[in-house]
T-cell receptor, first 113, second 111 residues
Framework: AQSVTQLDSQVPVFEEAPVELRCNYS??????LFWYVQYPNQGLQLLLK??????LVKGINGFEAEFNKSQTSFHLRKPSVHISDTAEYFC???????????FGTGTRLQVFP | EPEVTQTPSHQVTQMGQEVILRCVPISNHLYFYWYRQILGQKVEFLVS????????KSEIFDDQFSVERPDGSNFTLKIRSTKLEDSAMYFC?????????FGQGTRLTVV
């Protein structure tokens, strides 16, 4: 069975500082990996996804993530955050055999001025 | 840009009542999903739907829940007899390939 672990429930950071949100997954088959962002009182928006190919994936709003198969990780990074990046970030995994997403528990990114 | 639309945005209902949450997926998508997010918790998979039938469902999706695609455009989630613990944000999603697009959600409050 697949699972996703987001170790950090909250990440406070100052504006313009770099940030890394951690995500680890477990799966016995090939996986697709996703990061979604949820702004307050809104739905889920796709930030980026890894399906195959290059392990470094670039997404919207300056975010990127790196797929590391040996460490079963898909950490999300941004070199310089803005106040507007304050949101909940969810890592998700699906495999090539099923059509459902399994989400992690989420990481709340709080950016301070 | 095409989007998934959910109505209503907020539904308040009394315990024991039936509710129907509605979703209009993106028109050429073939896979449809419902997810639930209890306040402050993670997003949980409820059910997936393909080719006019349920393809997978979670243990949360018990006999009180049902889904339907009544007219080829709408995709509905029905909760037959709501309980207090059904209070949550319910998200509909549709997918045409490997990416799922989510609606803005319906906040269900059971009182």
């Amino acid at each position: 069975a697949q699972s996703v672990t987001q170790l950090d429930s909250q990440v406070p950071v100052f504006e313009e500082a770099p940030v890394e949100l951690r995500c680890n997954y477990s799966s016995s088959v090939s996986v697709y990996l996703f990061w979604y962002v949820q702004y307050p009182n809104q739905g889920l928006q796709l930030l980026l996804k890894y399906l195959s190919g290059s392990t470094l994936v670039k997404g919207i709003n300056g975010f990127e993530a790196e797929f590391n198969k040996s460490q079963t990780s898909f950490h999300l990074r941004k070199p310089s955050v803005h106040i507007s990046d304050t949101a909940e970030y969810f890592c998700a995994v699906s495999d090539s055999d099923t059509d459902k997403l399994i989400f992690g528990t989420g990481t709340r990114l709080q950016v301070f001025p | 840009e095409p989007e998934v639309t959910q109505t209503p945005s907020h539904q308040v209902t009394q315990m024991g009542q039936e509710v129907i949450l509605r979703c209009v997926p993106i028109s050429n998508h073939l896979y449809f999903y419902w997810y639930r997010q209890i306040l402050g918790q993670k997003v949980e998979f409820l059910v997936s739907f393909y080719n006019n039938e349920i393809s997978e469902k979670s243990e949360i999706f018990d006999d009180q829940f049902s889904v339907e695609r009544p007219d080829g455009s709408n995709f509905t989630l029905k909760i037959r007899s709501t309980k207090l613990e059904d209070s949550a944000m319910y998200f509909c999603a549709s997918a045409g390939g490997t990416e799922a697009f989510f609606g803005q959600g319906t906040r269900l409050t059971v009182v």
